[in-house]
């Protein structure tokens, strides 16, 4: 019972107070240039909600089954976007065979998804926070779950302000921080839930 | 040989065609260390390395990258450099190393570096690579120090961990945790668009 109460812990933590967009800054280059219509957005959010869960999983195997056992714990970085990368492959062949629908939604995404670093960098926090596999698993499904959340709201937001005018030189990237800016305060009050 | 090239392309990387502000790009990684300033320009140094010699490897192997997986070995030769960053960092500097945490990995993913290897180190020559490389790597480094020093200013009084704004400055904290580094881009970015890039395009 206690083991569940923790993994749920760390899902809650990851997708609220310490979201990995707005605490960690990872995944910023995606989520600036990809974040103007709510529906690209839920398509690339639900991309890397599955690519996060699955990859901070397998990376947990490689490193604590087949990495540390060797001693090759400094190939780490290599070995993990080389799983990232062959795991996204694989996902998109499948998917491109099994449902046209599905390849639709989400198959312009996922190679993008490659170099998000939000990736890698789940993979990376999962090493260094030293979880077990299913808390690894927890983490990595709640960052994905926190990122997607981040983008749709920013989506939303910006689609609503798409007519609004903004001072000369915010326009774009600028005005995208600021709100940035401000949902990370908002995020910043559930701090005290966990 | 011939200089110039490589002085328009320090002046592009540095000005208007700078990575962060005239692109936002690559800035995932490296804004998570802009709170103090140490620690951001030991993460500099090493994107400067890793930019500079990637750049120049991928060049050099340009004509033997096969198209189609031109991308995974872009990467790898990304990571090898990344993973000597790392462990330099880890050897001589142990504490920022724990500071830095997973951000020394996360150069890799940086799409700066993807960005020039893609865009100019596979069609330009080893030598002017080297050269673009080291400059985007400045341009970014800059930037990332600018903000660096403000909000480690504001948010705890300091300079390079000294403090300088004495007993009186009551620290705005907000600086130095997740919000303040969005807001001071944003302002970064709004001065540099309103205030250079449209007295360059007055002159031009």
Same mark, same amino acid.
């Given at each position: 019972?206690?083991?569940?109460?923790?993994?749920?812990?760390?899902? +809650?933590? /990851?997708?609220?107070?310490?979201?990995?967009?707005?605490?960690?800054?990872?995944?910023?280059?995606? +989520?600036?240039?990809?974040?103007?219509?709510?529906?690209?957005?839920?398509?690339?959010?639900?991309?890397?909600?599955?690519?996060?869960?699955?990859?901070?999983?397998?990376?947990?195997?490689?490193?604590?089954?087949?990495?540390?056992?060797?001693?090759?714990?400094?190939?780490?970085?290599?070995? +993990?976007?080389?799983?990232?990368? /062959?795991?996204?492959?694989?996902?998109?062949?499948?998917?491109?065979?099994?449902?046209?629908?599905?390849?639709?939604?989400?198959?312009?995404?996922?190679?993008?998804?490659?170099?998000?670093?939000?990736?890698?960098?789940?993979?990376?926090?999962?090493?260094?926070?030293?979880?077990?596999?299913?808390?690894?698993?927890?983490?990595?499904?709640?960052?994905?779950?926190?990122?997607?959340? /981040?983008?749709?709201?920013?989506?939303?937001?910006?689609?609503?302000?798409?007519?609004?005018?903004?001072?000369?030189?915010?326009?774009?990237?600028?005005?995208?921080?600021?709100?940035?800016?401000?949902?990370?305060? /908002?995020?910043?009050?559930?701090?005290?839930?966990? | 040989?011939?200089?110039?090239?490589?002085?328009?392309?320090?002046?592009?990387?540095?000005?208007?065609?700078?990575?962060?502000?005239?692109?936002?790009?690559?800035?995932?990684?490296?804004?998570?260390?802009?709170?103090?300033?140490?620690?951001?320009?030991?993460?500099?140094?090493?994107?400067?390395?890793?930019?500079?010699?990637?750049?120049?490897?991928?060049?050099?192997?340009?004509?033997?990258?096969?198209?189609?997986?031109?991308?995974?070995?872009?990467?790898?030769?990304?990571?090898?450099?990344?993973?000597?960053?790392?462990?330099?960092?880890?050897?001589?500097?142990?504490?920022?190393?724990?500071?830095?945490?997973?951000?020394?990995?996360?150069?890799?993913?940086?799409?700066?570096?993807?960005?020039?290897?893609?865009?100019?180190?596979?069609?330009?020559?080893?030598?002017?690579?080297?050269?673009?490389?080291?400059?985007?790597?400045?341009?970014?480094?800059?930037?990332?120090?600018?903000?660096?020093?403000?909000?480690?200013?504001?948010?705890?009084?300091?300079?390079?961990?000294?403090?300088?704004?004495?007993?009186?400055?009551?620290?705005?904290?907000?600086?130095?945790?997740?919000?303040?580094?969005?807001?001071?881009?944003?302002?970064?970015?709004?001065?540099?668009?309103?205030?250079?890039?449209?007295?360059?395009?007055?002159?031009?």
């Amino acid at each position: 019972m206690s083991e569940k109460a923790g993994l749920f812990a760390i899902f +809650f933590s /990851a997708v609220f107070t310490q979201n990995i967009l707005l605490t960690y800054y990872l995944g910023m280059c995606s +989520f600036l240039a990809v974040s103007r219509q709510v529906k690209t957005s839920l398509g690339l959010g639900m991309a890397v909600v599955f690519v996060m869960t699955f990859t901070s999983g397998l990376n947990w195997l490689v490193f604590y089954h087949i990495l540390e056992p060797l001693e090759l714990q400094y190939l780490r970085f290599i070995v +993990f976007i080389v799983v990232i990368a /062959a795991f996204v492959q694989i996902v998109e062949m499948i998917i491109e065979r099994a449902s046209d629908a599905l390849y639709a939604a989400l198959g312009i995404f996922l190679p993008l998804i490659t170099v998000n670093c939000a990736i890698l960098g789940v993979s990376l926090f999962m090493i260094i926070r030293e979880q077990g596999f299913w808390e690894s698993v927890a983490y990595g499904f709640g960052s994905g779950v926190g990122w997607m959340l /981040a983008i749709l709201a920013m989506a939303g937001i910006r689609q609503k302000m798409a007519r609004s005018r903004v001072p000369g030189g915010l326009e774009g990237a600028g005005i995208t921080l600021v709100i940035a800016g401000i949902m990370a305060l /908002a995020f910043m009050g559930l701090s005290g839930v966990i | 040989m011939a200089r110039s090239p490589v002085k328009k392309i320090f002046l592009e990387n540095l000005g208007r065609n700078n990575p962060v502000f005239a692109q936002v790009l690559g800035i995932c990684s490296t804004l998570a260390v802009t709170n103090v300033l140490k620690n951001t320009v030991i993460m500099c140094l090493g994107l400067v390395f890793t930019t500079a010699l990637s750049n120049f490897t991928v060049s050099l192997l340009r004509k033997w990258i096969p198209s189609r997986i031109r991308m995974m070995v872009e990467v790898l030769i990304i990571a090898s450099y990344v993973i000597i960053v790392d462990i330099v960092i880890k050897a001589t500097l142990p504490d920022i190393s724990r500071q830095l945490g997973p951000y020394v990995g996360l150069i890799i993913t940086n799409c700066i570096i993807m960005g020039r290897a893609e865009a100019f180190a596979l069609s330009n020559p080893p030598g002017v690579s080297f050269a673009d490389g080291i400059a985007s790597g400045l341009g970014y480094s800059y930037v990332l120090l600018i903000i660096a020093f403000f909000r480690e200013l504001l948010g705890s009084g300091a300079i390079w961990g000294i403090s300088v704004l004495g007993e009186a400055w009551v620290n705005w904290s907000i600086m130095v945790m997740a919000p303040g580094v969005f807001f001071m881009l944003a302002i970064f970015i709004w001065i540099i668009k309103g205030v250079v890039l449209k007295q360059e395009e007055e002159k031009a």
